[in-house]
């Protein structure tokens, strides 16, 4: 059974960093895209940033692109997104999104919160 665990938010002064990883266990055949979204307070959850492994493509959300950065670690089978020069605006709680090789599921991490303070 594929799960994944999120850790590395926390809260971080405006221009500050931080690293969010989503740690996916239980998955035979690897990751076929991976994302990262956040959900503001009052807002609707939104996609950030997104990979997907066989185009090696990506997207970032206008307002992080530069400052953030998504990868993963095909050995330790975890999802990364680096976040640097962090604004207020971006204060949500974060998730991460999976989709697994040969797996129509969508697996989402449990969430995690990022406070940037002014």
């Known amino acids: 059974q594929v799960q994944l665990v999120q850790s590395g938010g926390g809260l971080v002064q405006a221009g500050g960093s931080l690293k969010l990883s989503c740690a996916v266990s239980?998955?035979?055949?690897?990751?076929?895209?991976m994302a990262w979204y956040r959900q503001a307070p009052g807002k609707e959850r939104e996609l950030v940033a997104s990979?997907?492994?066989?185009?090696?493509?990506?997207y970032y959300e206008e307002s992080v692109k530069g400052r953030f950065s998504i990868s993963k670690d095909n050995v330790k089978n975890t999802v990364y997104l680096q976040m640097d020069s962090l604004k207020p605006e971006d204060t949500g709680v974060y998730y991460c999104?999976?989709?697994?090789?040969?797996?129509?599921?969508?697996?989402w991490g449990q969430g995690t919160q990022v406070t940037v303070s002014s």
């Open positions: 990979f997907t492994t066989a185009s090696k493509s990506e």
């Open positions: 999104l999976v989709k697994i090789f040969f797996d129509t599921s969508d697996y």
């Open positions: 239980g998955n035979p055949y690897g990751i076929q895209s």
